[in-house]
């Protein structure tokens, strides 16, 4: 009996262990994929109701010298819980009002704006509004073509934080979405408080809005809530053209999907945004 007890004891440090090295691979390598540029901004493109692009979200990959491109989807978790997320998204920051300043002066970019999407621990940092509004600054972009899309898992703590921060951003022209919404538990109250110009729906519910009774009431509920308080409503992950013109029935007025198009690379949104401008 206790040879077993030893035994599991060894495999669960094994397992811990493992785990451990695992992990720490993951953090060498990502350290070296900033401090070697391996990661890339892709665009998705977002269009209002007459088919224009209005801004888009920018979208963080990493092109890994094996692996080659890879999702957030295996990195962002793990950096927002080792506290890499703070360095990475800065850089994703920087880069895009990097990019904001190269189209500034340029014509076909009058309307466009970034959204960025910043994750809890980052937008909790003390020093993350001084930071953002020295970057608006030093690049000498107009804070309104900004999104700073944030989720509703902020909300839940420190609410007077989150409202004095989202302020300070909002008084210098920075705009807010709060993304993926529907699927946590902000109150009514709680958005009451918040200086958000966008409620982003989330793509769960527009994927089945068409087949999902209580899906089409979320949406319809979102929009109505949307209009009432004087946000714009986009909806993300939008693949059809029958889920567009029930949004647009509905009162939703932007729209973001595989049906306009997919995250693109720099050069590719360039060329979708000049093609629209035929
Ligand atoms: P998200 O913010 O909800 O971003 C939307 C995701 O939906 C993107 O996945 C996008 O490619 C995908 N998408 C857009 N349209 C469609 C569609 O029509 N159909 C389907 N099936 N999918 C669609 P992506 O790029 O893999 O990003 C996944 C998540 O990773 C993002 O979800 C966001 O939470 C996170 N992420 C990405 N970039 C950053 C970043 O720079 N910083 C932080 N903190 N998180 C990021
Ligand atoms: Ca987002
Ligand atoms: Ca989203
Ligand atoms: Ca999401």
Redesign the pocket.
């Known amino acids: 009996q206790g040879g077993a007890a030893m035994l599991l004891l060894f495999m669960l440090l094994h397992i811990l262990q493992s785990d451990a090295a695992e992990r720490s691979v993951l953090d060498r390598d990502l350290l070296a994929a900033l401090r070697d540029e391996q990661f890339v ?2 665009y ?1 493109p977002q269009l209002n109701s007459a088919g224009r692009v209005i801004g888009a ?5 990493w092109q890994h010298p094996q692996r080659g491109l890879v ?3 295996e990195f ?1 978790g793990h950096a ?1 819980k080792t506290g890499l ?1 703070i360095p ?2 800065k850089w ?1 920051l920087e880069q895009a009002c990097t990019q904001l300043r190269i189209w500034k002066d340029d014509p076909l970019y009058r309307d466009i704006g970034l959204a ?4 809890q621990n ?1 937008f909790r940092q003390a020093a993350f509004v001084p930071d953002m509004l020295d970057l608006i600054a030093v690049h000498g972009i107009e804070a309104h073509r900004l999104e700073l ?1 944030l ?1 509703e898992t902020l909300i839940v703590q420190d609410m007077e934080d989150l409202v004095r921060k989202m302020v300070a951003l909002a008084d210098h022209g920075v705009r807010f979405s709060l ?2 919404f529907g699927t946590g538990f902000s109150s009514l109250s709680h958005l009451k408080r918040l200086p958000l110009n966008t409620l982003k729906i ?2 769960s519910f527009i ?1 089945d809005v068409l087949t999902d009774a209580s899906s089409e009431t979320i949406v319809r509920t979102v929009i109505g809530l949307g209009q009432s308080m004087g946000m714009t409503v986009i909806a ?4 059809t053209e029958a889920q567009q013109r029930f949004l647009a029935s509905n009162g939703c007025v932007q729209f ?4 306009f198009s ?2 693109l690379p720099l050069q590719e949104f360039a060329a979708f945004v000049a093609r629209q401008h035929g």
Request: proline content about 8%; cysteine-free; hydrophobic content about 35%.
């Open positions: 901004l892709h998705q979200e920018v979208l963080i990959r999702p957030p989807i962002i927002e997320i990475i998204g994703v960025v999407n910043i994750s980052q899309e989720t993304d993926d989330d793509r994927s993300e992950g939008v693949e973001q999907g595989y049906l997919k995250p």
